[in-house]
């Protein structure tokens, strides 16, 4: 009996030790490149956005889904967007095309947003994000990032 529970025991270690390194890896993901594609208004205070999104995955596959926050600009609050999930597939760097919608915060007009699609700096952005991340075994973790500036994103 003894031996048995030496060896869940170690058996456990293993599992655990395994998985830091799959944290490790996830920690790692990071953007390289990230261009507007498309911009189009669905209303008065509405519009949907397509983005090229370069990023090296050198962990598992992970899928973002229910992505969700607030985009600020300027430390203004400017919209409120959900994004398409996406899966990132393991141990690749890829671009990806990631599909949103936006409405527009109450004081913002979308004439604003607009003239600030052609000439903007990502400095001046940030964004709250809410994002659930699964891995491919279906286990997930809803994550909630503050103060992300877009700029750094890149960096």
Do not use: W
């Not at 969700?68 to 600009?73: D, E, K, R």
């Not at 141990?91 to 003239?115: K, M």
């Amino acid at each position: 009996m003894k031996r048995k529970i030496e060896i869940f025991v170690l058996a456990l270690a293993l599992l655990l030790a395994g998985g830091c390194n799959t944290v490790e890896k996830i920690k790692n993901i990071r953007v390289t490149s990230a261009t507007l594609a498309s911009l189009t208004p669905t209303g008065f205070r509405s519009l949907e956005a397509t983005f090229l999104v370069g990023i090296d995955n050198p962990a598992m596959q992970v899928t973002a889904e229910d992505i969700s926050g607030i985009l600020y600009y300027k430390g203004k609050e400017y919209v409120d967007f959900v994004v398409d999930p996406v899966t990132l597939l393991a141990r690749t760097t890829s671009v990806y095309e990631i599909h949103g919608a936006a409405t527009l915060r109450p004081d913002v007009s979308l004439l604003q947003v607009l003239s600030l699609a052609k000439n903007y700096d990502l400095a001046d952005f940030t964004a709250d994000l809410n994002v659930t991340v699964k891995l491919r075994s279906g286990i997930g973790k809803a994550v909630s990032l503050k103060n992300l500036n877009l700029q750094e994103l890149l960096d």
